[in-house]
């Protein structure tokens, strides 16, 4: 397992619910990255958090809202979710002035 | 055009089969390149990082940059069971900070 953690591996909710994701990172990285894993498409990033603030929002809809309380917890939370927001949401964390991206295990939510 | 182009497969090979597995790009400014390894219900892994061209070998593991022809490669030698993936590859310009573009993956099954 990589020091990556996410929970719930797994969330099925309505359409009405509101629920959140959580990832933790254990490496001492000062940069973390919310994607979206769609069947046979590419990653698709969504947030990017640099040093504790937004640096990115790749025209994500309203429905996601990102929170980085501190350098090693990033949350996503869910309200109002359509059905192909269905997918594997994975998270990232990195050394701001490092290329490379370390990942976690990943979310599967299902939206009924 | 996509930034990433890479063969979605899926490939299938006998164990013990050098595999070949390719992206191509259309951004001349990359200059990191990486592959991460994806298996079933699990986030991608890095398994090879490059700077600019060249070869780089880990273990049955080779990664290829060629920049004049905008095409990357990661060779598998003596391919086992547990290599069965998919495989990302990945890349970055410089100066761009945290944003890595992927390809769609390419799906690998060895059998024995």
């Known amino acids: 397992e990589t020091g990556v953690t996410q929970t719930p591996r797994h969330l099925v909710m309505g359409m009405t619910n509101k629920k959140s994701l959580k990832c933790e990172q254990h490496?001492?990285?000062?940069?973390m990255y919310w994607y979206k894993q769609s069947a046979k498409k590419p990653l698709e990033l969504m947030f990017v958090?640099?040093?504790?603030?937004?640096?990115e929002n790749n025209s994500v809809p309203s429905r996601f809202s990102p929170e980085c309380p501190n350098s090693s917890h990033l949350f996503l939370h869910l309200h109002t979710l359509q059905p192909e927001d269905s997918a594997l949401y994975l998270c990232?964390?990195?050394?701001?002035?490092?290329?490379?991206?370390?990942f976690g295990p990943g979310t599967r939510l299902t939206v009924l | 055009q996509k930034e990433v182009e890479q063969d979605p497969g899926p490939l299938s090979v006998p164990e013990g089969a050098i595999v070949s597995l390719n992206c191509t790009y259309s951004?001349?400014?990359?200059?990191?390149f990486m592959w991460y390894r994806q298996y079933s219900r699990k986030g991608p892994e890095l398994l090879m990082y490059?700077?600019?061209?060249g070869n780089k070998e880990d273990g049955r593991f080779t990664a290829q940059v060629d920049k004049s022809s905008k095409y990357i490669s990661l060779f598998i030698r003596d391919s086992q069971p547990s290599d069965s993936a998919t495989y990302l590859c990945?890349?970055?310009?410089?100066?761009?900070?945290?944003?890595?573009?992927f390809g769609q993956g390419t799906t690998l099954q060895v059998k024995p």
């Open positions: 490059t700077y600019s061209s």
């Open positions: 990232a964390s990195s050394q701001v002035e490092q290329q490379v991206q370390f």
């Open positions: 990945a890349m970055r310009s410089s100066g761009n900070t945290g944003k890595l573009i």
């Open positions: 490496l001492g990285h000062n940069a």
């Open positions: 951004n001349s400014a990359f200059q990191y």
């Open positions: 958090y640099s040093l504790e603030e937004r640096v």
